[in-house]
């Protein structure tokens, strides 16, 4: 390929060079050179290797940072969004910044997803004739983000895009705003058991991001 539309940070962190391993080891992470990473960042975008670039993971206070140093803010911040991890904090600084935010496990993840077992979703589909997968991706589409969505089967790839011809309502809204919050992807959860580094990763695995 001669560019990409959009190129992404995965984490705001740093890992030692080697080849990829899972899980990482507390030694190696080690602290992360956000001003180096997006100026080259922005030198792709420059020379037109990337039509836009963002971050993935990025937290209010990560966005902040970046922000401060950038000469090119991000397009993009993609990250854990759904019904069960709601992020209206982060929804709401991305919107008041310009930057647009794309929810990934829009479903809640693979195994044990919060999202399709959640009794409040099941009911609202229930009630709307729709299911639980629609509702979930209705309501994302509702905080004015994009999302990442998985499947091979054509009736569920038919059913997902089948969510923009009508609408939650505010009982629903408060339904779903009144969900136990859990959130599936943390950093720590990328570590071996043995413990996390010395470097300070608590702004990447904050409570919200």
Known sequence: MEYVDLYLVHWPMAIKPSKPHYPMKREDIMPMDLGGVWQAMEECH????????????????????????????????????????????????????????????????????????SMVLDEIAQARGKSVAQISLRWIYEQGASMVVKSWKQERLKENAEIFDWELSDEDRWKISQMPQHKMATVTGLLCTDGVSSVDISEVDAVEM
């Not at 420059?46 to 803010?73: C, Y």
């Open 46 to 117: 420059r020379l037109g290797l990337a039509k836009m670039i963002g971050v993935s993971n990025f937290t209010t206070t990560k966005l902040k940072e970046l922000l401060a140093i950038a000469k090119i803010p991000p397009s993009v911040n993609q990250v854990q969004l759904n019904p069960s991890w709601q992020q209206q904090k982060l929804i709401e600084f991305c919107k008041d910044k310009g930057i647009h935010v794309t929810a990934y496990s829009p479903l809640g993840g693979q195994f044990r997803s919060k999202v399709l077992q």
